[in-house]
Every structure is written in structure tokens, then in C-alpha cells.
């Protein structure tokens, strides 16, 4: 049997910071999943963490800090509406990040193995477009 992973890449005109992209993200039903997952890859380990909700401003203060910025750092995102959610993974420097949708994944109709991609990029890029965003790339492979 194969799986199937999927993943958008997006890329920015400027910058960002963990903390902007969430607080965007949040103008169109997503937010923080609980318990809050994260981590900085400082170790090349992907050590991931969690915490409750009521520490969001500490780890995103954590994953903005100055001295991660060479390091890939992430935070899992949750839209309770739809009933999904994934992974921002945020590159080095901060001019790019990829969501994985790792939660409850949207199939695509009538193609139950496929990734609803465009379902994703539609509640995704709009609140994006404000923040630079450049440009995406999205894929959906089977393994």
C-alpha cells in the first residue's frame, strides 16, 4: 500500500517572522493546534516540543528569536472548522516556509488518495498575500 505526502512551499519578497504568518493564518480560521507542537532544529535532530496553549508567546518569541534564525524551525497549525490541520516548517532566514498537511488530511473528491491541494492553497494563500508572498509550489506524491 502506498502513502502519499504533500507539501506547499511558499516563498516571500521579504522576511517573516513565525509570529506574522500565525497571526495571518488566524484572520482565515487557523490557529495553534493544542497542545501546542514546535520546534527549532538547533540539533539536526527535529526534536519536536509541546506545551499547552497559554505559553504561545513564549514559543513563538522562541521560534522568532534572533539566534534561530539560521536554524529550520516549525509550529503545528489547526483550522477547527475544516477539521485539519499541519506543519509550517520555516527555512533558514526566513524567506520561505512549507506546509505539510499532517492532521487530518483533506482528501481530494472522488480521489480519496490524493491531497485536496487546492483546498489547502485556497485557505492558505489569501491571508499570505499581504505578508509578500511570492510565490508557491505544491506537490502530492505517492511513495
Given at each position: 500500500m502506498s502513502s502519499r505526502t504533500a507539501d506547499i512551499d511558499f516563498t516571500f519578497?521579504?522576511?517573516?517572522?513565525?509570529?506574522?504568518?500565525?497571526?495571518?493564518?488566524?484572520?482565515?480560521?487557523?490557529?495553534?493546534?493544542?497542545?501546542?507542537?514546535?520546534?527549532?532544529?538547533?540539533?539536526?535532530?527535529?526534536?519536536w516540543q509541546s506545551t499547552t496553549n497559554d505559553h504561545t508567546g513564549e514559543v513563538l518569541a522562541l521560534l522568532d528569536a534572533p539566534e534561530h534564525a539560521k536554524y529550520h524551525v516549525a509550529v503545528c497549525v489547526y483550522h477547527g472548522q475544516a477539521g485539519t490541520g499541519g506543519q509550517l516548517l520555516f527555512f533558514p532566514h526566513r524567506t520561505a516556509c512549507s506546509f505539510s498537511p499532517t492532521?487530518?488530511?483533506?482528501?481530494?473528491?472522488?480521489?480519496?488518495?490524493?491531497?485536496?491541494?487546492?483546498?489547502?492553497?485556497?485557505?492558505?494563500?489569501?491571508?499570505?498575500?499581504?505578508?509578500?508572498?511570492?510565490?508557491?509550489?505544491?506537490?502530492d506524491i505517492g511513495s
Open positions: 519578497a521579504r522576511e517573516v517572522t513565525v509570529r506574522t504568518i500565525v497571526e495571518a493564518l488566524a484572520t482565515s480560521g487557523w490557529s495553534l493546534e493544542e497542545p501546542l507542537s514546535y520546534m527549532v532544529n538547533d540539533t539536526d535532530l527535529y526534536d492532521i487530518n488530511r483533506r482528501s481530494l473528491p472522488g480521489s480519496a488518495g490524493f491531497t485536496d491541494v487546492s483546498w489547502y492553497l485556497h485557505a492558505l494563500v489569501p491571508p499570505l498575500l499581504a505578508l509578500g508572498l511570492e510565490g508557491y509550489e505544491a506537490r
